[in-house]
């Protein structure tokens, strides 16, 4: 392990079931079954995660020369994500479609909450509102407040999977030919490995796939792929002139 990763916290939000409520329901991390919504919606997709893969952002990360100026905003306007995702659960929380699912939204919010303090020490960031967010990270930001806000509260499983998994599935694409000695080995080892929370959240989604329009839960699904895509092709596009900041603050 790498000294970096003494520091770096790995994205997991898995729900434990001692944050499920009094009913305390042990969720299964289990990969979901190769029928699963999940999938279908995963490889319908999956061309965008190669697109998100070979962005100049993932081609730095392999090759040990991304700006770590890039590498320093995507982390930041990941905060400005996590802060607004704690908030499309808590939202989805006060609509939920059962007690089950309740239980797992607030469960949801308080992993993102615990992880947000994250940002609070290593990032010295308290909350969204301290971010100047991208256009991208906030269109991105503000469709799942729209999902989590007016359509039934599975349907936030489906915009918030992309992100989850995303993120394992290129850190595990990267992991076998990455030296331990790379400068962002750290991501990749932290990111890698079996995507707990994802296939949590895959595993809940599947229960309640009858209750769903599978039409819209993919278009859904794949609209935050693109978003994920957007975010990712925009991050090394610094802008570091004062006009901009000028512009973009006041």
């Not at 929380?93 to 059962?98: N, R, T």
């Not at 599947?206 to 975010?231: P, S, W």
Request: glycine share 6%; with cysteine; hydrophobic share 40%.
């Amino acid at each position: 392990m790498t000294l970096m990763n003494k520091w770096y916290i790995r994205r997991d939000f898995s729900v434990a079931a001692a944050k499920m409520g009094k009913r305390g329901i042990a969720l299964s991390s289990d990969e979901p079954p190769a029928d699963a919504l999940f999938w279908e919606m995963w490889n319908e997709c999956e061309d965008i995660a190669r697109q998100v893969l070979d962005t100049d952002y993932f081609r730095g990360i392999r090759n040990n020369n991304l700006d770590p100026n890039a590498y320093g905003s995507l982390m930041v306007q990941d905060a400005y994500y996590c802060f607004e995702a704690e908030n499309a659960y808590a939202a989805a929380a006060s609509h939920p479609l059962d007690d089950v699912c309740s239980d797992f939204l607030k469960g949801k919010c308080a992993s993102y909450e615990e992880y947000n303090l994250y940002y609070h020490g290593a990032w010295h960031i308290r909350d969204a509102s301290g971010v100047i967010p991208g256009d991208p990270i906030k269109s991105y930001a503000d469709y799942e407040a729209h999902v989590a806000g007016h359509l039934d509260s599975p349907y936030l499983f489906c915009v918030m999977l992309p992100c989850e998994y995303l993120w394992n599935w290129i850190a595990n694409q990267l992991l076998p030919t990455a030296s331990p000695d790379g400068l962002y080995y750290f991501w990749i080892e932290g990111n890698g490995g079996t995507p707990d929370g994802a296939y949590q959240m895959a595993n809940m989604l599947e229960n309640y796939r009858t209750q769903m329009d599978e039409k819209q839960a993919k278009e859904i699904f794949h609209t935050a792929m693109r978003h994920e895509l957007e975010v990712f092709s925009t991050a090394t596009e610094l802008k570091n002139n004062a006009l901009w900041l000028r512009k973009n603050t006041f």
